[in-house]
């Protein structure tokens, strides 16, 4: 087959991955010289330890193992499988945690509960205040500043696989084809949209009630730490976001521990993975209501800076980049993404979220089985 990839996202370099795998052809079309989108700005963790149970966690665990088996083909990855510590810093957060070690599906997601001792055992760069700590075995990590253009450059040599950057896809030719604005048009066998957040234009048009919204977040990157920090770490504001948190626990977390007001006012949670230079990767907020600002809010850098240096014990080294991303989720969230036909042979796949990074290999994997690659 000769398979039409537009997107060079990591959803859409997924997608061009398994083609080629597959022994197709792939033409793969980006609006970029290179991928700019949500796909880099993102921690580049691979999250297995808050996802919902069931269909998204499978989703989860299947990406898992792609990541972990393309990471030994493609070293540039940097695929890591660090895990995840969550700190709790009191009885309330603590029995959210517990109550995670109940779950059904608890062991497939590698959760442990440690001690304090213990969780500095494990990640010795954690030496603030703190309880306890929820450990995910089955969480990892990648670069994602640099994963994209990995795929990318391991595709090339396949010899079957041919990037054209600097091109938007501006019409859907027919049942099999995509005119990009060169005026050029590509022809395949299949066709598929991984758009990313870009819904508007040739999206709207094709699907104008798309369930699919766009969510915006900042985060930042510092200077290298000085030591290893051999674990993602979250703090227990991600237990407010992440579905597989959802208990009584957590309802009475929410009900007696209110969040701090920056953090409630800008979605917050932290998150933090050590980037291969040794930088720290912090973030981060979420915002849904459009039109989104242009500019980054300096409140929330305050409020993670004061939570990853509790934990930390230590100052943070110097920040160095700041930053806002943009992704598109879907509106209901038990769907892992949006699969749309919209032609006979084109396809539409966007709105993962969050979950883009952590789920794309197992996210285009179905498509390829959807579609008889």
């Known amino acids: ?45 691979i999250w297995v330890s808050g996802r919902a149970g069931g269909a998204e966690l499978e989703t989860a665990l299947r990406a898992r193992e792609l990541w972990e088996s393309i990471g030994a083909r493609v070293p540039e990855l940097g695929f890591r499988a660090i895990g995840s510590l969550t700190p709790v810093r009191n009885e309330l957060e603590l029995a959210v945690a517990e109550a ?40 990892a990590a990648v670069e994602p500043r640099t994963a994209s ?41 299949a066709v598929v949209l991984c758009t990313g957040a870009w819904l508007g234009g040739l ?39 992440y579905p597989a948190y959802a208990s009584q626990a957590l309802d009475t977390l929410n009900a007696e521990q209110a969040q701090e007001p920056t953090a409630a006012a800008h979605r917050m949670q932290l998150l933090m993975v050590q980037r291969r230079d040794g930088g720290l990767t912090i973030g981060d907020t979420h915002e849904y209501e459009h039109p989104f600002a242009f500019d980054v809010v300096e409140e929330p850098y305050e409020h993670v800076t004061r939570v990853a240096e509790a934990f930390l014990g230590r100052p943070l080294p110097r920040v160095r980049h700041r930053w806002a991303g943009v992704y598109a989720q879907c509106v209901d969230r038990s769907q892992v993404v949006h699969r749309q036909r919209v032609r006979d042979a084109v396809w539409l796949v966007t709105g993962p979220g969050g979950r883009g990074m952590t789920c794309s290999p197992a996210i285009a994997e179905t498509t390829a089985d959807e579609l008889g690659w």
């Open 149 to 189: 253009l990995a795929l990318k450059n391991k595709l090339l040599e396949s010899g079957g696989y041919t990037f054209l950057g600097g091109r938007e896809v501006r019409e859907v030719v027919g049942d099999n084809a995509v005119r990009d604005d060169h005026g050029d048009v590509h022809t395949g066998d």
């Open 203 to 241: 999206v709207r048009e094709l699907v104008p009630d798309l369930p699919v919204r766009r969510v915006r977040l900042q985060m930042m990157q510092t200077d290298p730490l000085g030591e290893a920090l051999t674990t993602s770490v979250a703090d227990a504001d991600s237990f407010r976001y």
């Open 100 to 139: 995670a070690l109940s779950r059904p599906d608890a062991a497939s997601r590698g959760y442990r509960l440690l001690t304090a001792d213990q969780a500095r055992a494990v990640n010795p760069a954690l030496r603030g205040t703190y309880e306890a700590a929820l450990w995910c075995e089955r969480d």
């Open 1 to 45: 087959m000769r398979v039409i990839v537009v997107g060079a996202g990591v959803v859409g370099m997924m997608h061009a991955w398994h083609a080629v795998e597959r022994g197709h052809e792939v033409v793969q079309i980006e609006r970029e010289a290179e991928a700019r989108g949500a796909s880099l700005r993102n921690f580049g963790q």
